[in-house]
T-cell receptor, first 115, second 113 residues
Framework: GAGVSQSPSNKVTEKGKDVELRCDPISGHTALYWYRQSLGQGLEFLIY????????KSGLPSDRFSAERTGGSVSTLTIQRTQQEDSAVYLC?????????????FGSGTQLSVL | KQEVTQIPAALSVPEGENLVLNCSFT??????LQWFRQDPGKGLTSLLLIQSSQREQTSGRLNASLDKSSGRSTLYIAASQPGDSATYLCAAGTWDSWGKLQFGAGTQVVVTP
């Protein structure tokens, strides 16, 4: 596609439910990143993928968070048993590889609201 | 752990003035420093990327400098326009945390006509 696509754009869920957030990166981009942006705060790194593997999972806030990437393309971020503190904008980005000269291209994000 | 700070948190200038946005980082072992723009309700748009071996990058009215020894980067926007109103974020990529960009909290800029 022309850009990074995220779906849904908005998700309202009840506390305790599971949610899945999807990211479709720019075609051919091998690196994919997930960040979280809470109201009035900066971006918090969650996880990145090089191809289908995730060398660094250290940013995932708890074991309720998991992410996978298949076929070196689409990624899904899953949050189990959602809590109110999970409410945030979840941003996905991709880059053509992980060289030091590769810019990140961001999607518009998924606004998650946990009631 | 890399810490990135942006000062000021907010800035308002009249149209036509030059903008100077500051970014500081604590760990100088970076592989690049990127500047992004974020409009309300939108994702981030990459503006400039400076590799660790470079001192500056320019694109149109935008110029970004990098001084690793002092842990600083500055984004200059010449002859500001109302369309430049947005939040500007810097992010540092550190060698021992490859791929894990550390973002500052951003500077919210308002350019008044």
């Amino acid at each position: 596609g022309a850009g990074v696509s995220q779906s849904p754009s908005n998700k309202v869920t009840e506390k305790g439910k599971d949610v899945e957030l999807r990211c479709d990166p720019i075609s051919g981009h091998t690196a994919l990143y997930w960040y979280r942006q809470s109201l009035g705060q900066g971006l918090e790194f969650l996880i990145y993928f090089q191809g289908n593997s995730a060398p660094d999972k250290s940013g995932l806030p708890s074991d309720r968070f998991s992410a996978e990437r298949t076929g070196g393309s689409v990624s899904t971020l899953t949050i189990q048993r959602t809590q109110q503190e999970d409410s945030a904008v979840y941003l996905c980005a991709s880059s053509s590889d992980q060289g030091s000269n590769e810019k990140l291209f961001f999607g518009s994000g998924t606004q998650l609201s946990v009631l | 752990k890399q810490e990135v700070t942006q000062i000021p948190a907010a800035l308002s200038v009249p149209e036509g003035e030059n903008l100077v946005l500051n970014c500081s980082f604590t760990d100088s072992a970076i592989y690049n420093l990127q500047w992004f723009r974020q409009d309300p309700g939108k994702g981030l748009t990459s503006l400039l990327l400076i590799q660790s071996s470079q001192r500056e990058q320019t694109s149109g009215r935008l110029n970004a400098s990098l001084d690793k020894s002092s842990g600083r980067s500055t984004l200059y926007i010449a002859a500001s326009q109302p369309g430049d109103s947005a939040t500007y974020l810097c992010a540092a990529g550190t060698w021992d945390s490859w791929g894990k960009l550390q973002f500052g909290a951003g500077t919210q800029v308002v350019v008044t006509p």
